[in-house]
């Protein structure tokens, strides 16, 4: 069977589309991959993270957004919905647009079965070409794990891995320290797991 050409988007017309859209969608290189519906657990941690840096933030000049918004990391090629970016100082739009922001130093994302490669993989790399960003932190659902990214003077980014409840990471860039007790804040992934494999018996 003949395989069907994949149509190109041009990211203007991914951006007017998007605006209307009823399902969020990604852009990367001249296709859309649309969000789909995420877990209780995913929108739990990312209340907890969420609520965390909303209170945290307010005397400072930084504030954290939620994943209604989109990141242009190219503006050719990439745009993104992180679960949550913080953004310190003056915001910086893409062009013509007031719905897309240019310059995060946080991004967040909470890792999926189905996205947690793209998260660590082709999404980093991009993530990284953002002048801005100084902190990329992962956020696994499924067990106590969070990989922290942090950028270093020199541009060397320098991973911390977290595993343990009693472990706090310090986000550098925005001078916070966050507890992996608050981002699981009333999940008790031990007792989800034991309940799961009891179903699969």
Not at 14 to 29: F, G, K, M, N, Q
Not at 52 to 76: N, P, T, Y
């Amino acid at each position: 069977m003949e395989q069907r050409e994949k149509k190109y988007i041009a990211p203007e017309d991914y951006l007017e589309a998007e605006a209307s859209a009823e399902v969020r969608s990604e852009y990367y290189h001249g296709e859309t991959f649309a969000m789909t519906g995420s877990s209780f657990d995913h929108n739990l941690i990312a209340a907890n993270v969420s609520s965390f840096l909303h209170m945290a933030l307010r005397e400072s000049g930084c504030f954290a957004l939620s994943a209604g918004m989109k990141v242009q990391v190219d503006a050719k090629k990439h745009y993104t919905y992180p679960d949550i970016a913080v953004i310190c100082g003056e915001v910086e739009f893409a062009e013509g647009r007031n719905d897309v922001v240019k310059n995060p130093v946080v991004i967040v994302e909470i890792l999926s079965k189905s996205t947690k490669n793209y998260d660590r993989g082709t999404k980093f790399t991009a993530y990284r070409e953002i002048k801005s960003l100084k902190d990329y932190i992962l956020i696994d659902q499924y067990d106590y794990r969070v990989e922290h990214f942090h950028k270093k003077e020199s541009g060397q980014w320098v991973l911390d891995d977290h595993k343990r409840l009693e472990d706090s990471l310090t986000i550098r860039s925005v001078e916070l320290e966050l507890p992996l007790a608050t981002i699981y804040d009333r999940l008790d992934l031990g007792l989800r797991r034991t309940a799961l494999s009891k179903d699969a018996s």
